[in-house]
């Protein structure tokens, strides 16, 4: 697992690279689904969860289209004073698994051929 130290002149230092890295290097980082982990240089606090969400404001807020609605964060927000926080954590990650597999097998289908469908369509008759 790859260790990013943040500094207190807040950037981020790549130990694996040695070298410093900007947060849309951490974000290739999340889509090339590369684990990694940043600590606080100083008190070896861990910031990942912190800097994640730096990352997703900064998208939410480039984006015309948002993930995040005022209506989502809201709920969010309700969640947090609830009893059932930790099952609406669990819930939330697995809609999402389910989502990203549902779309693999949409991809999967789209990807496929005309003969490959036919061949598939024969091979199960058989």
Known sequence: ???????????????FLSCYVTMDDVRHLVLSQ???RI?????????????????ILE?????GEHIL???????LVR???SSKQ??????????????????????SAIDTTPVDMTQKMTERKN
Do not use: W
């Not at 697992?1 to 130990?15: A, C, H």
């Not at 609605?69 to 709920?75: A, G, K, R, W």
């Open 69 to 75: 609605t005022n209506n989502v964060l809201q709920h």
């Open 34 to 36: 590369e684990r990694f």
């Open 86 to 107: 930790k099952y609406i954590a669990h819930f939330l990650e697995q809609s999402i698994s389910f989502f990203l597999n549902q779309k693999a097998q949409i991809n």
């Open 39 to 55: 600590i606080d240089s100083k008190s070896g606090e861990e910031l990942t969860r912190s800097i994640l969400l730096q990352i």
């Open 79 to 81: 969640f947090h004073h």
């Open 1 to 15: 697992m790859r260790t990013l130290k943040k500094y207190p002149n807040r950037r981020l230092y790549d130990t």
């Open 59 to 63: 998208q939410e807020n480039q984006v």
